[in-house]
């Protein structure tokens, strides 16, 4: 039984508030990671980007031998998580993973986003989005080409589309060729597989998840400048001459000024994951390949993936400058 | 069938009953708080089943999502704080009972009403999720379109007192459910610049808010006035405010038939979700009703009504789910990644590769629902001394917990100032006597209504010639406008007698909405 005194309790506060100071990460960045880190996920929780970045966050607490807490921070597509991380302290215990798209897309497609690749640092990159046109198996095309020539004698067609870049394509698409397709606007992925597997729509713009209903769907085109794992065959929509492969990876994001050794640690343990049995299993199950980019090639494909992106809203008039 | 009795086999037996027991326990206990919800349990618990098998963390999973459905009638019915929106409906006629002193007996015909229409949509996912999947594909966008245009019309019946202010807070539901990014040319509305805002406000704060804080705050303005009554009344001495009476029972059990299919059908259809269900189990019930007018007063058929199909959205909303892997619900969509991660793909080759797991997930759901009953049945005594505690202990403990409701969705203090923001309007509402019922219709049915009307202008091509390719669509649109003249006439039940100057004043209105 312990009595608690005036005296007791003032110790205990001491001893707190020196705990506080103990943990507040003075910057040594020789011996990070001394206390817990934080990873936002700018997606809500039992989604696909929010189960890689659990698996992940496993991996690399096992790597760091500290806790790392996912906390899930939803809102505008990662947008408000990424807006946080550019305000945290650059101490590399707050971090966010999440698709690279909020910073090399967003931009030009949120009026109130306005990031560039220079305003975070990154530790690395390590599953790809496998983005891509599905349709149903019966459908008589295989590739853009195809469907193009079904588009034109079948006028009216539906294509379901449920962000800015899907409009894109199939309008530059329609745009070249000629074609009258409805676009039919669509919430979220779910909706999407609804609207195919229900015949509502001929085409649809994937996020990836049309991977998971083989028996049922195809793949149309890769609109990535890489096939996918998931269907080596299948042309990307580059190959088909069209240059608007946009690429997506899942990124360790961090605040502006994280020292480099910080950076250098975390892909460290990030690219444990590449090899982890666990991880893999849950990235297999949800069709996810696992693409490991470490500090600088992150830099580097973050660059070049703004830069690209932009060429290509620019064309497409979404952009003006 | 002879699958079952082995899935039977393997879920009765401790190691798995526990968890699902759990679950179920831990869902009503979320269920029944102010503010947390079932999505937010599934979600963070998801994690947490990484350490069992898959038949325990499947059926644990599905455990809170029945648990927490039933659960939240009893704050509704205790508190008039509805746990979730999908219990609103049941506050109207359970909280009179409380406050008559009758609230086991509400409580506990929530509680049979929940598990009858829990245990009767599972029995239909078991034994028609393959056949009724495939009709579920039929309804398409433009039936869906067609169908909430014909939920709007139960504005008309839930609307309280005066028809015009109920239509006024439906339109006020709707135009909140605007604000956000606009879905096919993306220009963000009305979101004053503020990120927060591009996905829209989100329902769980906002309902929390309306709902739960707004309450809060008007019975801390009648504190003396319910405390005193709250001593005088407390728990009904007679058995027969305690127990459900047998003709109770004979007045509700065709209610709760009622709830069931409606909740059931709701359920399958796909992006409705349980809110919608249980509303329109409730309006329903009401306009059947030979005495409408008493609805609101503490009638236990509105509390089986409500109940039954809030219940009965759950399980049915797995239907699409366990058929063809679409999930139908937010609940589905949550539940699609805790399968896959434990080996089993939702779909129709779900049914082949892995029967004994199916089989093993459908005896959990089965046993969870014999749980629930049990949960319920003790819980509720515990929970009913809630009643006996002054309310000015019970106020701040409610309000502590909406705000970590409201946080936990985004971990966002700005989901805190929407619930704010919503507990402003919402006792507004009540001052003014504005149905906040309407509102959370509008607010609901708004969004999808938007979108399936904009998907239906471009899948029939911009004409309506090829509506006639679309007969379930052609039903629903000539039903609302049926019962939009109907209401319209002043023949509504809701609308009383005594409003007939109101009710043809909206005539001019009511039309040019649908």
Known sequence: MYEITKRGLLGMAAAALLGTVGFGHAGMAADYPTGPITMLVGYGAGGQTDLVARATAKVMAGELGVPINVVNKPGAGGAVAARDIAKAKPDGYTMLFHSNSVINSAPFIMEQVDYKPEDFEYAGMITAYQVGMASQKDQPFNTIAEYVAWAKKNPGSSYGALSPEARLYITEIAKQNGLDVNIVPLKSGSEMINALLGNQVALAFSGGIHYRYPDELKTVSALTTFRHTSAPDVPTIEEEGYPLGMDSRTTLILPKGTPRPILDRLAGALKAAETDADFEKVTSAANIPIKYLGVDESYTEMRDTYAKNKGIMKRAGLISD | ?514
């Open chain 2, 1 to 514: 069938m002879s699958d079952l009795l082995i899935g039977f086999q393997d879920v009765l037996n401790p190691a798995t009953l526990i968890w699902v027991a759990i679950g179920v326990t831990l869902g009503y206990v979320l269920g029944a708080l102010p503010g947390l919800g079932k999505a937010t349990g599934v979600a963070v618990c998801i994690p947490l089943t990484f350490y069992l098998g898959p038949v325990a963390a499947l059926g644990m999973l599905i455990g809170i999502a029945k648990g927490s459905a039933a659960g939240s009638a009893v704050s509704a019915i205790l508190l008039n704080t509805p746990g979730e929106p999908s219990s609103a409906p049941t506050a109207l006629d359970g909280y009179p009972l409380a406050r008559q002193g009758k609230a086991q007996k509400a409580l506990k015909m929530g509680l049979f009403a929940s598990v009858i229409g829990d245990f009767v949509s599972t029995v239909i996912l078991i034994a028609l999720a393959a056949p009724l999947a495939r009709y579920a594909l039929l309804i398409g966008p433009v039936e869906i379109c067609a169908i909430l245009l014909f939920s709007l019309t139960f504005i008309g019946g839930l609307s309280g007192n005066s028809l015009i202010k109920g239509l006024i807070a439906g339109a006020m539901g709707v135009f909140f459910s605007t604000i956000g990014l606009e879905a096919e040319t993306f220009v963000s509305r009305m979101t004053l610049g503020l990120l927060e805002l591009e996905d829209g406000i989100a329902l769980v704060p906002m309902a929390i808010g309306m709902l739960a804080v707004a309450e809060m705050a008007v019975q801390a303005g009648n504190v003396k006035v319910l405390d005193s009554e709250g001593a005088r009344i407390t728990d009904g001495a007679s058995r027969s405010d305690r127990v459900v009476l047998a003709s109770e029972w004979r007045r509700c059990l065709p209610v709760i038939a009622r709830g069931t299919l409606i909740g059931s059908v709701v359920g399958i259809l796909p992006g409705l979700g349980a809110s919608v269900g249980s509303f329109l189990s409730y309006g329903a019930t009401k306009k059947a009703s030979k005495t409408p007018e008493k609805y609101g007063t503490g009638m236990i058929e509105g509390v089986a009504a409500a109940e039954s199909a809030d219940n009965a959205v759950v399980p049915s909303s797995l239907i699409p789910l366990f058929a063809l892997g679409i999930p139908g619900s937010v609940i589905a969509a949550i539940l699609i990644a805790a399968f896959i991660l434990h080996g089993l793909t939702p779909g129709p080759l779900m049914f082949q590769q892995q029967p004994r797991l199916v089989a093993d997930v459908y005896a959990a759901m089965l046993c969870a629902s014999v749980i629930l009953l049990i949960v319920g049945y003790t819980g509720q005594r515990l929970f009913a001394q809630v009643i006996k505690a002054p309310l000015r202990l019970i106020i701040p403990g409610v309000l502590l917990l909406c705000t970590v409701g409201a946080y936990m969705e985004t971990s966002s203090v700005f989901s805190i100032y929407v619930m704010l923001f919503f507990t402003v309007i919402g006792f507004f509402a009540r001052k003014l006597d504005f149905s906040f019922v309407t509102f959370l219709i509008g607010f609901v049915i708004g969004p999808n209504l938007e979108l399936s009307f904009r998907q239906s202008l471009q899948l029939l091509d911009h004409n309506a010639v090829n509506l006639a390719k679309h007969p379930i669509a052609v039903v629903f649109i000539l039903l609302t406008v049926a019962v939009v003249w109907w209401i319209g006439r002043g023949k509504n039940p809701a609308a009383g007698g005594q409003v007939t100057r109101s009710s043809r004043a909206t005539e001019k209105h009511v039309p040019t909405n649908s």
